[in-house]
């Protein structure tokens, strides 16, 4: 199945002008429990889908308050710079979206 099928929230953000951070808040709790369980979102997976390094995703923290998983990755371009496109890092979140997940 697809992210988008089990998460509420999808987002994405700056985490400071060197980093992005990804937001995914699922549905249910038993959702977010099976993803866990799963390691469903990993660095290594995230990585390919950004096709980034794997050195580059910083951290995958899950949240167990809100149900939610964070995954941070260092920005290939500075927010701001020359060449940036999004400053706020807050159009970074579409491929996740059809990120496909096994649980």
């Known amino acids: ?11 994405s953000k700056n985490s400071g002008p060197y980093e992005i951070t990804f937001d ?9 429990e099976r993803v866990c369980e799963k390691n469903a979102i990993n660095k290594e997976n995230f990585a390919k889908l950004y096709n980034i390094p794997v050195k580059n995703v ?5 949240f167990d308050p809100v149900g939610a998983v964070k995954v941070t990755i260092i920005r290939p371009i500075p927010s701001g710079a020359f060449g940036e496109s999004d400053v706020y890092g807050a159009q970074q979140h579409a491929p996740l979206m059809g990120m496909d997940i096994d649980i």
């Open 24 to 32: 995914v808040i699922f549905k249910t709790r038993e959702l977010y």
């Open 58 to 62: 910083m951290e995958v923290v899950h």
């Open 1 to 11: 199945m697809k992210l988008i099928e089990i998460a509420d929230v999808i987002r």
